[in-house]
């Protein structure tokens, strides 16, 4: 069985995950699917302010509220059960946008902690290259 080290970082929605969990929890990532419900189903919808995001960014906020899911294992399932086209349409809508979104994230390393809106930036781009679809 392939063990999965999951860690979950205080990220806005994925913080009513923590109360559930015991501290340092460590499982496959089977069992705390199975064991937490962790399912793209039943994951709450990020809801991302525009004011966080830069004016040039803002026309992909909807897609990082859809794709950049912080949590990996909800991630994974989520991308399981996207249709192809989808999965191709997200990667077409940022083709040649990634040197943009990661020179906004650059600037972010100074924050103390990452927005909720630079986080889902920052998946949605993960979520692309697990895709195999990163384009530039």
């Known amino acids: 069985m392939a063990f999965k080290r999951v860690i979950i970082r205080r990220v806005g929605p994925l913080s009513w995950l923590l109360d559930a969990m015991k501290h340092h929890e460590i ?22 302010n525009p004011e966080n ?3 040039d960014l803002h026309d992909l906020i909807e897609i990082a509220e859809t794709w950049g899911i912080g949590d990996d294992i909800i991630r994974e399932d989520f991308q399981s059960k996207a249709l192809e086209q989808d999965k191709l349409i997200f990667a077409s809508k940022l083709a ?6 990661t020179q906004w994230l650059d600037m972010q390393q100074g924050n103390v902690a990452m927005s909720n809106e630079a986080a889902a930036f920052m998946y949605m781009q993960l979520s692309l290259d697990e895709l195999g679809l990163w384009s530039d």
């Open 96 to 101: 040649g946008r990634n040197t943009r979104i």
């Open 53 to 55: 995001v830069p004016t």
């Open 27 to 48: 499982l496959p990532s089977s069992s705390m699917k199975d064991k937490y419900q962790l399912t793209s189903d039943s994951a709450p919808r990020l809801k991302l």
